[in-house]
């Protein structure tokens, strides 16, 4: 018995159709999914919420910057407290909470809250930019629970998928990227600052011999 009219691979390993009797010439034709529309030329994609989403991180770096400097007077405020020069014997009590008051500030704790409070302002106002960027035109946005990963993952998907659709505006991703950039080159300047000092005030600490 034949087999009923259906798409089959033959012999040589392609697909082709078989009519319930022979095969015949002709190849499946893929199915494919049909592009978004283009929104109008010239439609701008700036809205006031992708740039409170750029910018919210810079509260974050204030509040980081604050932290960082009360950390390090503490790191000193702790070194002076160890006996180098053997005279006197180390303070543990005064030593412990000098080293518990070096992280456990209230720039941490402001830091802490901040960083939840823009994690969640930053999903929201993504939501808001998705409402707005519908309103212009541009179909399927990209989605706004990408911010719960990273604000600059959303910045940068949705960079992509604008463009996909016709739409112009680079200034929030420049920007974004401009603030990333800065933020790890004082960062690492701290850094290097940070220990070069640490380790004068060691060295001077310890008696000529």
């Given at each position: 018995?034949?087999?009923?009219?259906?798409?089959?691979?033959?012999?040589?390993?392609?697909t082709r159709?078989?009519?319930?009797?022979?095969?015949?010439?002709?190849?499946?034709?893929?199915?494919?999914?049909?592009?978004?529309?283009?929104?109008?030329?010239?439609?701008?994609?700036?809205?006031?919420?992708?740039?409170?989403?750029?910018?919210?991180?810079?509260?974050?770096?204030?509040?980081?910057?604050?932290?960082?400097?009360?950390?390090?007077?503490?790191?000193?405020?702790?070194?002076?407290?160890?006996?180098?020069?053997?005279?006197?014997?180390?303070?543990?009590?005064?030593?412990?909470?000098?080293?518990?008051?070096?992280?456990?500030?209230?720039?941490?704790?402001?830091?802490?809250?901040?960083?939840?409070?823009?994690?969640?302002?930053?999903?929201?106002?993504?939501?808001?930019?998705?409402?707005?960027?519908?309103?212009?035109?541009?179909?399927?946005?990209?989605?706004?629970?990408?911010?719960?990963?990273s604000p600059?993952?959303?910045?940068?998907?949705?960079?992509?998928?604008?463009?996909?659709?016709?739409?112009?505006?680079?200034?929030?991703?420049?920007?974004?990227?401009?603030?990333?950039?800065?933020?790890?080159?004082?960062?690492?300047?701290?850094?290097?600052?940070?220990?070069?000092?640490?380790?004068?005030?060691?060295?001077?600490?310890?008696?000529?011999?």
């Amino acid at each position: 018995m034949s087999a009923p009219a259906g798409w089959y691979v033959d012999d040589a390993g392609a697909t082709r159709w078989w009519d319930g009797y022979r095969w015949v010439d002709g190849a499946p034709v893929p199915a494919t999914s049909p592009e978004p529309p283009q929104v109008s030329p010239g439609t701008s994609s700036s809205t006031v919420w992708v740039w409170l989403i750029v910018l919210l991180p810079l509260l974050s770096t204030i509040a980081a910057i604050g932290y960082l400097a009360q950390m390090q007077r503490g790191m000193f405020d702790m070194l002076a407290l160890i006996p180098l020069d053997g005279s006197t014997s180390l303070d543990v009590e005064r030593f412990i909470a000098a080293e518990f008051g070096m992280f456990l500030t209230p720039w941490y704790l402001v830091l802490l809250l901040l960083g939840w409070a823009i994690y969640g302002l930053s999903a929201w106002f993504a939501a808001l930019d998705v409402r707005d960027l519908k309103a212009r035109g541009f179909v399927r946005p990209f989605h706004w629970a990408w911010t719960f990963l990273s604000p600059l993952v959303y910045v940068i998907g949705r960079h992509v998928v604008i463009r996909r659709r016709g739409g112009r505006g680079s200034a929030p991703l420049i920007v974004t990227i401009a603030i990333q950039v800065v933020t790890l080159i004082a960062l690492t300047v701290w850094v290097s600052v940070f220990v070069s000092q640490m380790f004068e005030t060691v060295f001077s600490m310890i008696p000529p011999r």
